[in-house]
């Protein structure tokens, strides 16, 4: 069964960085296109970022656009997320998911998401 | 990036359809047909139930229907049923802009 397992979410400061990780299981992960996807308390999702199987390339949402740094490492069938200059409203739980396989333009499997809060 | 636009609620008796409205411009819903819904239960993850407008990944009922007319998409669920009762997000691909989501719409079984 194809699985995510986000990790890496945490309490930080304003203007701190987080690294999250994305765990892959059940599928081929290096042939699959990969998204963040957050979700603020009690708000909507929002994308964050795509990147593609070989990492070459990658397109940002607005939100985050020069804040973040999105690696795979398929070797480890590994999805990264490197936050940061991290603001209050970057408070969200973030998850990790598929993309474009098998679905064109849709996000199929997902995680159960990691929790990012950032508070003074 | 604006979301697109979605009631924040609808409900529907058990038995019956509810049809839920995204709303967007066509620099998304309209230009594309890249239109995803995800069903989404408190606390859980989202889960795809239509993609490209109005298709259905395997194993989604087919009450679970997509539309699009203009820069509108729709998605019906008919013969509702007590699982149904869940938050409903769309979303379409939005060129330069990449992926937009609609605000949500939480959707109750009477």
């Known amino acids: 069964e194809a699985q995510l397992v986000e990790s890496g979410g945490g309490l930080v400061q304003p203007g701190e960085s987080l690294r999250l990780s994305c765990a892959a299981s059940g599928f081929t992960f290096s042939t699959y296109w990969m998204t963040w996807v957050r979700q603020g308390p009690g708000k909507g999702l929002e994308w964050v970022v795509n990147?593609?199987?070989?990492?070459?390339?990658?397109y940002f949402g607005d939100s985050m656009r020069g804040r973040v740094i999105v690696s795979r490492d398929n070797t480890k069938n590994s999805l990264f997320l490197q936050m940061n200059s991290l603001r209050v409203e970057d408070t969200a739980l973030y998850y990790c998911a598929t993309f474009w396989s098998p679905y064109k333009g849709a996000f199929h499997i997902w995680g159960r998401g990691t929790m990012v809060t950032v508070s003074s | 990036q604006s979301a697109l636009t979605q009631p924040p609620s609808a409900s529907g008796s058990l038995g019956q359809s509810v049809t839920i409205s995204c709303t967007g411009t066509s620099s998304d819903v309209g230009g594309y047909n890249y239109v995803s819904w995800y069903q989404q239960h408190p606390g859980k993850a989202p889960k795809l139930i239509i993609y490209e407008v109005n298709k259905r990944p395997s194993g989604v009922p087919e009450r679970f229907s997509g539309a699009k007319s203009g820069n509108t998409a729709s998605l019906t669920v008919s013969g509702l049923q007590a699982e149904d009762e869940a938050d409903y997000y769309c979303?379409?691909?939005?060129?330069?802009?990449?992926?937009?989501f609609g605000t949500g719409t939480e959707v109750t079984v009477l």
């Open positions: 990147i593609s199987p070989d990492e070459s390339e990658k």
């Open positions: 979303s379409s691909y939005a060129g330069g802009r990449g992926y937009v």
